[in-house]
């Protein structure tokens, strides 16, 4: 995929996050949803590489050319997802139940595995919100997940979610340390049995990626979560959390794939069938919601202009992108 990405500017940085997030606590989520009108015909107006990356998305997602209100009804979408997040990371448990309706499926792996002690790696993807996945707690309460997230990078992200949950900000695990130190902190928390989350769907500028067939075209996805997994030889579940408009959204998970003990002779090709095997489930899922995909960027644009395509070490190279949600001041 582009990483192009990370040239555009913040749409509002730190100063709307708090913004939103002040609007939020205190108009609740009601007067805070008639907000999103305004802002949507603002990025709509004013965003004009992010509403043609939408249109060209929406056309091939949508199996027919879109319309200006199909951009508008994507931006909106993604900033009621934006909205949300202060409520799902500032609720508690029973708060959080109360305000939203969200509809669990694929839990049953995911206990059989968490309940013998054994941590995991949880892949997401810019596709809905991956904040929903703090429904969790209230499930099962005695769970840990750790977020991956670059601290340096993510600024405004970072001390939003300081100030809606500090317990939740004290489990984060900085992407922006070196490649070894980044290894050894997400295979200790796997080891200490916590699921450990990053969001797999972009390419870092630089990073070694694979390409895959997503939704008719190549594109470019990166290797290096996948390398991790096969480095600590974890099992992986997949996440998406999709919103359905209103209160409502599906939170699904999808067992991909037992402990990976790979021969180092055959990573290269099982490492290519890993990166397909989910670029697979991710267009399924993208079908499914496709107002939820929230990367405003030409996705195919790398494979046009040629990408890199090896495989390296993961502790020497870094090419996920953190589970921050980092689209939220991008868009």
Request: glycine share 8%; with cysteine.
């Amino acid at each position: 995929m582009s990483t192009d990405w990370k040239q555009r500017p913040e749409g509002g940085g730190l100063f709307a996050l708090w913004l939103i997030r002040s609007i939020g606590r205190y108009g609740g989520r009601a007067v805070s949803r008639l907000l999103l009108y305004p802002i949507t015909l603002y990025f709509l107006i004013r965003r004009g590489p992010e509403r043609r990356a939408s249109r060209q998305w929406l056309d091939r997602a949508l199996g027919r050319p879109a319309t200006l209100w199909d951009s508008a009804k994507h931006i909106h979408t993604f900033a009621s997802t934006i909205l949300d997040r202060v409520f799902l990371l500032g609720d508690g448990p029973e708060r959080m139940a109360r305000r939203f309706d969200v509809n669990v499926t694929g839990l049953d792996v995911l206990h059989g595995h968490l309940d013998t002690g054994k941590g995991m790696l949880l892949f997401g993807s810019h596709l809905g919100s991956f904040e929903v996945l703090r429904v969790l707690a209230r499930k099962r309460p005695e769970y840990i997940i750790r977020v991956v997230l670059d601290r340096a990078h993510n600024p405004a992200v970072t001390e939003l979610l300081e100030a809606l949950n500090p317990e939740v900000a004290a489990t984060v695990i900085d992407a922006g340390q070196d490649g070894p130190a980044l290894m050894l902190a997400i295979q200790e928390a796997v080891q200490d049995g916590a699921l450990v989350a990053l969001l797999v769907d972009r390419a870092q500028p630089g990073g070694q990626t694979i390409e895959a067939p997503f939704f008719g075209l190549p594109a470019a996805f990166p290797t290096a979560p996948w390398l991790i997994a096969l480095a600590l030889k974890a099992p992986v579940t997949l996440a998406f959390g999709l919103y359905r408009g209103g209160r409502r959204y599906d939170l699904r998970f999808e067992h991909f794939c037992d402990r990976l003990d790979v021969p180092r002779a055959q990573r290269a090709e099982r490492l290519a069938e890993l990166v397909r095997d989910y670029v697979v489930r991710l267009e399924a899922a993208a079908r499914s919601a496709p107002y939820n995909w929230f990367n405003f960027y030409n996705v195919w644009e790398d494979t046009a202009r040629g990408h890199t395509d090896a495989h390296t070490d993961p502790a020497s190279r870094r090419g996920a992108e953190p589970a921050d949600g980092g689209t939220v001041d991008r868009a």
